[in-house]
């Protein structure tokens, strides 16, 4: 059974600091994995999509990698604003046979707060 | 208009109660889905929707119905539920077999 987790819970950082956030699988067999953000009392907003022959993939201030063989996954947020504070959710979707099939499996979340 | 809208965003409902959760996509998606998000514990995957078929029911108890008339439309029929069902219901789509998921607003549900 996958196992995603996500280290370190919550991260409080002064604004403009450049920051890593830690994505941690038990399975390799993964046809993607997807960073998400949520804000509080809302949906999932898709981050950074990378499929499993990929190694990295960038979008704006963030970076996302990731190491498939050694089951980790970094998102790298530069020059990080207080408009970034949210949850910030790690998910892996399995390989079934060349396809996923949406099903992912979840990280806790790493909570981060940016302050002024 | 967002992709994927979801309908009620809260509901409070007492346990004999029946309601329904609607949701939504104007992606163009062929799959779609209901996560479960409860306090202190990961998402969870509840059903899965390929082209209108169910193909996963994640051991989900009864008193959760799907219903997914057509690729655009999603609906989770809720009856006789308990409080420890309280909890942010999510639906998403994707394209089958591209796998990246877009998630709707939530359906901030409520048993008392």
């Known amino acids: 059974k996958q196992e995603v987790t996500q280290i370190p819970a919550a991260l409080s950082v002064p604004e403009g600091e450049n920051l890593v956030l830690n994505c941690s699988f038990t399975?390799?067999?993964?046809?993607?994995l997807q960073w998400f953000r949520q804000d509080p009392g809302k949906g999932l907003t898709s981050l950074l999509l990378i499929q499993s022959s990929q190694r990295e993939q960038t979008s704006g201030r963030l970076n996302a990698s990731l190491d498939k063989s050694s089951g980790r996954s970094t998102l790298y947020i530069a020059a990080s604003q207080p408009g970034d504070s949210a949850t910030y959710l790690c998910a892996v979707a399995r390989n079934a046979g060349g396809t996923s099939y949406g099903k992912l499996t979840f990280g806790q979340g790493t909570i981060l707060t940016v302050h002024p | 208009e967002t992709g994927v809208t979801q309908t009620p965003r809260h509901l409070v409902m007492g346990m004999t109660n029946k309601k329904s959760l609607k949701c939504e996509q104007h992606?163009?998606?062929?799959?779609m889905y209901w996560y479960k998000q409860s306090a202190k514990k990961p998402l969870e995957l509840m059903f899965v929707?390929?082209?209108?078929?169910?193909?996963e029911n994640n051991s989900v108890p009864s008193r959760f119905s799907p219903e997914c008339p057509n690729s655009s439309h999603l609906f989770l029929h809720l009856h006789t539920l308990q409080p420890e069902d309280s909890a942010l219901y999510l639906c998403?789509?994707?394209?089958?077999?591209?796998?990246?998921?877009?998630f709707g607003e939530g359906s901030r549900l409520t048993v008392l």
């Open positions: 998403a789509s994707s394209q089958v077999r591209s796998g990246e998921l877009f």
């Open positions: 992606l163009g998606h062929n799959a």
């Open positions: 399975d390799s067999a993964i046809y993607n």
């Open positions: 929707y390929n082209f209108k078929e169910q193909t």
